[in-house]
């Protein structure tokens, strides 16, 4: 259905790539499916427009009916498409999250005499369970620096595959320290020390965040409770008084 349907135009399509990239999907066939998913989902709402929206329509509005025809057809080609916008983010979140774990295990790979080849195939072994994927991005680059003659197309291809600035800044340090000949252990154990300060940075941000995020739960939920268990005696105390 995919391949047979004609949505999206070419710059689309590249964009869904790219991104059916950065979600983890890298089959040829992912785009073509993600296609299908959208037609299939512009069908089915059109056909709840038609079931459910129709009839509580004007019958001899027309222009009204063709309207929610449009808003439910952009709709159904839009939600898979921010699907994959949410699935990219949490990838993205999961390596950021495990990227300073992952840049102190290449120190030390580092430090012991491994190359940039075996020190990332190294590393994406140690956290094949604990960060699978960043694992499966560090495998991927292990794999292609074996099969290319040419590492920093690799390695940039693995900064445009996550998109986070960290991961640049890793592709950028090892990009120079390869063409001007310097120890790259230094520079990773700067940018260690940088990214571990910035993950606490994050977790004290979301911490100091909490109190305010806390306080409609607690309002809705919990303040009626306190009320209904301090107040409930007294309320039922003065109705049976005044009862009498």
Known sequence: VG???????????????????SAGYRRSSALPVLIGISAVVVIV????VVALVWPRL????????LGSLLIGGYLGLLLPRLVLDRMVVRRQKAIQRDFPDALDLLVVCTNAGLGLNAALHRVAEELEFMAPELADELALTSGQLQLSGDP??????????????PIRSLV????????????????????????????????????????????????LFILPTVLIVAGGPAALNLMAAFAK
């Open 172 to 219: 950028s340090t090892l990009i120079q320290s390869r063409h001007f000949g310097t120890p790259i252990g230094h520079a990773l154990r700067v940018l260690a020390q940088g990214e571990r300060t910035a993950r606490l940075m994050r977790t004290e941000e979301a911490a100091a965040k909490l109190a305010t995020k806390i306080t409609l739960p607690m309002m």
């Open 58 to 65: 004007d019958a001899s509005n027309l222009g009204l009916r």
């Open 3 to 21: 391949r047979a349907v004609p949505l999206f135009n070419a710059a689309q399509r590249s964009e869904m790539a790219q991104k059916l990239i």
């Open 152 to 165: 920093d197309i690799v390695l940039r291809q693995f900064a445009d595959r996550v998109g986070l600035a």
């Open 45 to 48: 709402v059109l056909t709840v």
